[in-house]
């Protein structure tokens, strides 16, 4: 056979056998190509992460999602917006099938905000649009993330990883307000849905 002439591409090969030099070309190609995307994907994150704190939660706290409600920091009475001594506020929310916990929050301006999540359940997304919030909320551990709103705004979020039937149905909504309007707020006010 005259293997060497012409591509071996372009005719029909013997019993379907692909010439060994086709093989590492190919494979050589897709080695080069997969690495370009890895190479591209690590700058994508390291630019995000650099320039806008996009960062994964990366605090290791394993919590008993069977256990939640029935005491610790994520039983109901302590959920929602919490004011910390140095003046800035920790959310705590639940993700379960198919709801937050508690399904609104109100969370003041200017203020660095942390939010806590965990789910009692399977594992769901929170994620602020425009802003460098974006987590799994993974049972059996703690998400933590921080951020800082610069002005009032209304994010209505739905979970953004499927988690069953009413994934789609999933949502809560973080109300920003203006710092002196959350503070005149109660506790039963802000953990109201009503649209401001
Ligand atoms: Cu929770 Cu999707």
């Known amino acids: 056979m ?4 012409g591509n071996p591409l372009r005719r ?36 995000t992460g650099v320039a806008g704190a996009l960062h994964p939660s990366s605090n290791v706290e394993v919590i008993d999602p069977l256990t939640l409600h029935l005491g610790g920091e994520f039983v109901e009475s302590n959920l929602g917006t919490a004011i910390e001594p ?17 399904h609104c929050v109100v969370v003041p301006a200017d203020t660095p905000v942390k939010f806590r999540l965990t789910s009692a359940d399977v594992v769901h997304g929170f994620l602020l649009p425009d802003t460098n ?22 994010y209505e979020m739905p979970c953004h990883e499927f988690c069953g039937l009413g994934h789609h149905a999933m949502w809560t909504r973080v109300s920003v307000v203006p710092k002196d309007q959350f503070t005149a707020q109660g506790p039963l006010e802000r953990k109201r849905c009503a649209k401001q």
């Open 86 to 102: 140095d003046g800035s506020a920790t959310v705590r929310l639940i993700g379960e099938q198919y709801d937050f916990v508690p």
């Open 133 to 154: 919030i974006n987590t799994m909320v993974v049972p059996g551990f703690v998400a933590e993330v921080r951020t800082s709103f610069d002005q009032p705004s209304e």
């Open 12 to 47: 029909p090969l013997a019993d379907g056998i692909v010439p060994e030099e086709v093989v590492t070309r190919t494979e050589n190609r897709w080695v080069k190509i997969m690495a370009t995307m890895l190479a591209v994907m690590m700058v994508v994150i390291v630019v």
């Open 2 to 5: 005259a293997e060497s002439s």
